[in-house]
């Protein structure tokens, strides 16, 4: 099957060729209206990044806010006026800063920033196809993110300030207009730039979905792909089926805020006056939400984990330990992330049996990680380990997501749920585990791919630097708040002041705003190198890291198509590093078993009979020459 | 130089703050700019320092040596940072493990931390071994252009192994919670449960205790008046008798059943000395059970801190004020407990005994009818 579709498109692809030579591309056409999955995951990165900026400094001023909560600090009302009277961030500013700081962060950045750019980049060049199944799909993808990436911002602008229930935008909070500031006119546009990213992500979705499933180059079939494309297209499968009830929830919200219908309130007074709202569920919301909300969660890390994957084993010289098990530990966490929802919810309410059975299903899901997280190590075990940033960026989203997979532990224990619930060990757990590991595997993914994007090689120095200051602040930063949640402190809060038990955490709160400062400052050591190194960096070579995947083998300079002549067939998985017997230490896809006869091993051969024969007669051979020797 | 320039800061605020309140508070721009400009030397002190090392690689080079070995250094960064990161993680744990809760104050909190103990020492044990063999991995098999990775692809009965045995600790700790969960959500309401209503709304807590017939009377909520906040229902004689109550009161090792109610939106009855939360959801009236078993005194004695209260407070985003949304608990002797309920002023006081009279005749003439009460 997939041998047709690549001929069709190389047919598609030679009318395609003579049409280009006539005209040369717009400015238009070429950066802004793309087509070419290669210019859209750019614009998916370059945005991503943006956004990231913009959460990240969000983030700091509620940090500041945290460690000084009773100073003043002129600067901040210059900066953002009715927001911070007095030189102090308001409550209800407070609250908007970590719900748009999250909301970005878990959509704009990991979920569009992260899929986005290195789905769009790595499943045509990994799996060998001139383009996206439908580019123009793909394109309006990309439009439509920015669209809500630019509705969720200027949500900054109108008068009563974003959205502020927090990310999951809980009604009834969010559903009345007068229960907070933020869910006026700032909740309206939070919920319209939700339903576009949603769009955007299911029209992403489904043509990487399509593209894997019927755009491989000859030989490239499913078990000969590299786990990045294996997790990317988990992750879009993933988001096609969880995302569309997030719409669902959304749009029955908006038909509560706009419309009086009842679907989540339910025997409402509000500031003493009654509000005509009957039979709703606040925890049908919840319910809908949390169908995507975990599912999510995996969206973010399960590309983060495929890129770690291949970036340690092409940086290990070694391959990738346990494919198979890989791969498989990959869809049973697909799977397993539709029943696990409940574990968000243990203490709302919810009927507790029900809660007893997310449980069970939460602890399982722990099974397949934790085969991951075995295999990574012993990926590294023995192999020949090369330092670039990508490969530091990558052991960094092991190391977090070890240290937050564990706390998960904790978390999806209904019991230990119930005093830990929406405390700061929670903030710890899932900045660490979803949250570092999933930036560090982008950042593993940038660092990379960046000679594949722009041609060119980013500083391997200032590298370093950014990893070690982000790494250790990271830690310095999160793995304090897992005591503060253990002495019971609650996320969300504007000030610890109110309570004399909270008021020891103040000193905690005060380094933790400063080692995150330091980390935001050390992200501008990226910026620097990223934006520079596009215009000024060495120039790269066709395959700077000496890797075996396909999308080396495609030249320096981009060309719409891909490869110039015909897509190279693939005769081998993409993990045969240090081969015994082999000349060098990695032979890429394209490489023929019969080039390499010194190196294969009977392995190679299970499923090809004549192969192993083939095999068999040259290690006679082999045997029979040294014999006479 | 960190507490420096928290001095630092300090100082332009207290200056700025000192302005009148009429006139908006002024900028400190010197301040401003010398932040900048650390910045700016910090950057400058980076690109400074990048450029000796490639002056000292390139000479290096020059001379006929080979040049830093980065893979070498970055390895020695990596041991370097398990060391110091071990001994962290030591700190942080003795130091801040220190500042979390006490001893549970509750029957069912003793099971929790048992449970939080065991959880924590079998996750830390993995915690340790995989972080240490991750980065001593690391500098074990740094770079070498001699040597050549051992091609290991797979290994199915290690792989085995390292799938039954986390699945089998998970299954322990899963058996455990579920039935230690079973057991604190499901318990089973006794004659004796002393009912208190928690309702909680923008940005407090409102407490309803039973009178002497130990029955709570129906609420509505479309009953809510000023006066009558709750919207208790006078047409039913249990509501009558029932307290209106400022500060939680609770008699030690006696059967709480809170009844946990919200009026505007999601809040989260919050009680972490006794292992309690629940949310408190509109329209979905909940219960949680539980029995304190350490007083006040006692508690305080344990702490040693004199000043010390129970609290319960909002742990549910409920808008700008969520962060000081809090009762004081106390737990006492049963004694204590008697004298002090005996103290307490019926729900039903004056002003809105006044105003059912009024209320009630309007409704009749109305002939609006009462919808059942949500709780009990």
Known sequence: MSTLAVHDHEVAHHDEHGHEHHHDQSFLSKYVFSMDHKMIAKQFLITGITMAVIAMILSILFRIQLAYPEKTFPLLTTLLGRFAPNGRISPDFYLALVTIHGTIMVFFVLTAGLSGTFANLLIPLQVGARDMASPFMNMLSYWLFFLASVIMLSSFFVQKGPASGGWTIYPPLSALPKAMPGSGEGMTLWLISMVLFVASSLMGGINYVSTVLNMRTKGMDLWKMPLTIWALFLTAILGILAFPVLVAGVVLLIFDRSV??????????????QQPFEGGSPILFQHLFWFLGHPEVYIVIMPAMGISSEVMSVNSRKPIFGYHAMVYSLIGITVLSFIVWGHHMFVTGMNPFLGGVFMITTLIIAVPSAVKTFNWLATLWRGNIRF?????????????FISGGLTGIFLGNATLDINLHDTYFVVAHFHLVMGSAAIFGMLAGVYHWFPKMFGRMMDEKLGYLHFWLTFICAYLVFFPMHFMGLDGVPRRYYAFTEFASMQKWLTINTFVTWAAIIAALSQFGFLYNFFVSMFKGEKATQN???????????????????????????????????????????????????????????????????GLEALNTYTSTLKANEQVK | MLLGTNLLMAQTDAGSAATGQAEAPKVDWTGVAYYVLIFFLICLGVAVVGKILKVYDLTLKMQGKKGLNWNTVMATFCIIFLLIGLYGAYWSFTEQGSMTLPEAASAHGVKIDEMFTVTTILTMIVFFITQILLFTFLFRYRYSAKRRAHFLPHNNTIEKVW???????????????????????????????????????????ELRYPGKDGVLGPKDFRLVTGTNNLGVNFKKKSSFDDLKVDTMYLPVNKSIRLNILAQDVIHSVYMPYFRVQLNAVPGLPTFFKFVPTITTAQMRAKLDDPKFEYTLYCNKICGGSHYNMQKVVRVVSEAEYQTWLSKQKPYLNDALRKELHFASANEQSNGSTNRLALNN
């Open chain 2, 163 to 205: 799938t039954i045995i986390p699945a089998v600790v998970l299954t322990i700790l899963v058996v455990f919670g579920f039935f230690t969960w079973q057991k604190i959500m499901n318990s089973e309401n006794l004659k004796d449960d002393i009912n208190i209503d928690v309702t909680g709304h923008q940005f407090a807590w």
């Open chain 1, 544 to 610: 700077p890291w000496e890797s075996n995947t396909l999308e080396w083998t495609t030249p320096v300079e981009h060309l719409h198509g891909n490869w110039p002549g015909e897509i190279p067939t693939v005769y081998r998985w993409p993990y045969d590093y240090s081969k015994p017997g082999a000349e060098q230490d990695y032979i890429p896809q394209t490489v023929p078993y019969s080039q390499t006869m010194s190196s294969n091993l009977p392995h190679d051969f299970e499923d090809n009979p004549a």
């Open chain 1, 260 to 273: 009086g219908t009842s679907f989540y309130l339910s025997d409402i007074v509000l500031n003493g006056v």
């Open chain 1, 388 to 400: 670039t940033p990508a490969m530091l960026f990558a052991i960094g989203m092991v190391s977090f």
